[in-house]
């Protein structure tokens, strides 16, 4: 199968839908691990993003971005790990309807 | 391969004077480094040779970013770094706050049993990444920045570790911050497609040749970068993460998060926004466009900041919607720049003047705060001015420089901010603007009736003096005067920043 021979049109339509089922699960979903998930789906359809332009506009200044973008992405998941698990520790929970201890 | 355009690494040698200008970088990246190699030393004492380490990289730091701030506009690596008196004025600020946000944290972290060397290291790094968030002129380099800055940031919020508010605040953060980065980082993949560059400098110049021929990819690229900058400086719609953080991470890091984050979200919002030609290439549909947007978020900004402000009695709470009533009167000034004289020369000693009493005044509250920081509120400071008369007094300059009476440096700031609006012609901002003004006067002076009219409460303070901090508050009560009565220096760099920008 030929893969150039995709349209890039439904790639992008693609990258946008993953991305926006990312965001809307940041603002729906109440698991933080699936919420953490969400944020890395946003991320990755913004590398695909990248690479689709890349390659429909034949610069390379895209796919160099992904390179950073996933180095970024592996530090924040690390971080947001992180963080889950001190929360955990004191929370004893990893929903978000459970921690509401900061309102008004 | 070929087919690509190659990027052909001679464009990215530098001068020996490029060099120098990438100094101030350098040493904070080096200083970061060099603290942590020193923190894992068992034979020295780590909790003294860090603190003065980090403290002389900040001197460093400070003395080469004044050195070249009267130094001609440069572009560094092709054009993807700017180094000029804008970002260097920004520079000092960033590195002015980390380093008096580690001499105030001093005492406290070992009040609190959180001695540890990684405090240092993350608020130098995040010093780092506002330093190059403003000098950035390409928007991968600015994201990475970004993220340099809150990856750091996130930790530090939550770094009373055992403590669930702090817990709960980084977690909050850490969701909303990075999805909000997402957002920003998709609007510049679709400016890149729109585009083809990621750099600010040739977007403008596609701005340029292709003035009316917005396609929809290019405008909702702007519409995703624009909100992730909202976000960042939580403008109203997006500001509902700012009272939980604030409230939640440590009195030293809310003090940073004050100064450092605000004034490198703004100054990055700033650089973009002017780059990317607001006020002089874009045409007058998306200016008006524009201008309506930032209208409305600064109205809102302002009105629930101060509004909701007044039923706070959570302290750090309290300054949380201050803080978001204060973005609201800087986006006045983002919004007044393109049509005064002044330009956006008031921002910038907005953010300088706001910079300095935030500082001074989370100084304070890291001094009288106790275990739980987190329930630090109005019964906390009553009667503050029997036990502590100079404190109170140090916290009155702040609060009354906050509301903006004269002779303080918001006093200076406010007058400046809404003398360009008027200039522009923006008459009914500049009287919502005066009214929430007067309005917020009310919130703070109820710190002062509580701090001057009331008994004290409660058992006194164990430790109720220290050094460093109360240098620092001494140092902030001298500048925020100083720059109320004598404003002529700030405004002349401010000035020189703008006609860099």
Redesign the interface.
């Known amino acids: 199968m030929n893969l150039s021979s995709v349209e890039p049109w439904i790639i992008l339509s693609f990258c946008s839908v993953i991305f926006f089922i990312g965001l809307f699960g940041v603002m729906i979903r109440r698991n933080i691990l699936i919420i953490l998930m969400s944020i890395e789906l946003m991320l990755n359809a913004v590398n695909l993003t990248f690479v689709t332009y890349s390659k429909q506009l034949a610069h390379l200044g895209g796919q160099m971005s992904v390179f950073f973008i996933i180095t970024v992405a592996a530090a924040e998941s690390a971080v947001g790990l992180g963080l889950v698990i001190a929360m955990f520790r004191t929370l004893k929970t990893v929903d978000t309807d459970q921690i509401q201890m900061l309102r008004e | 391969m070929n087919?690509?355009?190659?990027?052909k690494p001679e464009l990215l040698m530098l001068t020996k004077e490029q060099m120098f200008s990438l100094m101030p970088y350098f040493y904070m990246f080096v200083g970061a480094l060099f603290t942590i190699i020193l923190s894992v030393n068992k034979k020295l004492s780590p909790k003294w040779t860090v603190f003065l380490v980090s403290l002389a990289t900040c001197l460093v730091g400070i003395s080469t970013s004044v050195a070249r701030l009267k130094i001609d506009t440069l572009t560094l690596f092709n054009g993807m770094m700017i180094s000029d008196t804008y970002s260097h004025l920004f520079n000092i600020i960033f590195i002015v706050s980390a380093g008096l946000t580690i001499l105030s944290s001093f005492r406290y972290l070992d009040k609190e049993g959180l001695q540890h060397p990684e405090y240092n290291v993350l608020i130098l790094l995040a010093a780092l990444g506002m330093m190059l968030m403003t000098s950035s002129m390409d928007l991968?380099v600015l994201?990475?920045s970004l993220?340099i800055m809150s990856?750091s940031v996130?930790?530090l919020v939550?770094f009373r570790?055992?403590?669930?508010?702090s817990?709960?605040?980084?977690?909050?953060y850490?969701?909303l911050g990075?999805?909000a980065s997402?957002?920003l980082?998709?609007g510049?993949?679709?400016l890149?497609?729109a585009t083809?560059?990621?750099q600010i400098h040739d977007i403008y110049t596609f701005i340029q040749t292709h003035p009316q021929s917005m396609s929809p990819v290019f405008v909702l690229g702007a519409w995703l970068v624009i909100l992730g900058f909202l976000f960042k400086v939580a403008s109203v719609p997006f500001h509902m993460w700012m009272?939980?953080v604030y409230?939640?991470a440590p009195a030293p890091i809310t003090g940073f998060m004050t100064t450092g984050l605000k004034a490198a979200a703004f100054a990055a919002f700033l650089r973009v926004f002017v780059s990317l030609g607001y006020g002089s290439v874009l045409s007058e549909t998306i200016q008006t466009h524009l201008h309506h947007i930032l209208w409305v978020c600064a109205v809102l900004t302002m009105v629930v900041g101060n509004v909701?402000a007044l039923?706070?009695t959570n302290l750090k709470r309290m300054l949380a919607y201050s803080s978001i009533a204060h973005t609201g009167y800087l986006l006045i000034g983002l919004l007044a720049g393109p049509k005064s004289d002044q330009g956006y020369s008031p921002m910038i000693v907005y953010l300088v003047s706001y910079a300095v009493m935030n500082l001074g005044a989370f100084g304070v509250l890291t001094l009288i705060s106790t275990r739980d920081d987190g329930g630090l509120n109005l019964n906390d400071v009553s009667g503050l001015s029997r036990r502590h008369p100079w404190l109170a007094f140090s916290m009155a300059v702040f609060l009354f420089s906050m509301a903006g009476v004269p002779p303080t440096a918001g006093f200076l700031a406010k007058y400046l901010l809404f003398y360009s609006a008027v200039q522009a012609n923006e008459l009914p901002i500049v009287i919502i603007g005066v009214l929430c003004s007067a309005v917020s006067v009310y919130y703070y002076l109820r710190v002062l009736v509580y701090m001057y009219m009331k008994e004290p409460q409660g058992s006194p303070m164990k430790s109720g003096f220290s050094v460093w901090p109360s240098f620092v508050v001494a140092a902030m009560v001298f500048l925020t005067l100083q720059i109320g009565l004598i404003p002529g220096g700030i405004l002349t760099v401010a000035r020189k920043a703008m006609a860099a920008l």
């Open positions: 087919t690509y355009s190659l990027i991968i994201f990475i993220e990856l996130y930790v939550g570790r055992a403590d669930r508010r817990n709960e605040a980084a977690m909050k850490f969701i990075s999805a997402a957002v980082l998709y510049t993949a679709l890149y497609g083809g560059k990621t009272p939980d409230e939640g909701v039923t706070q």
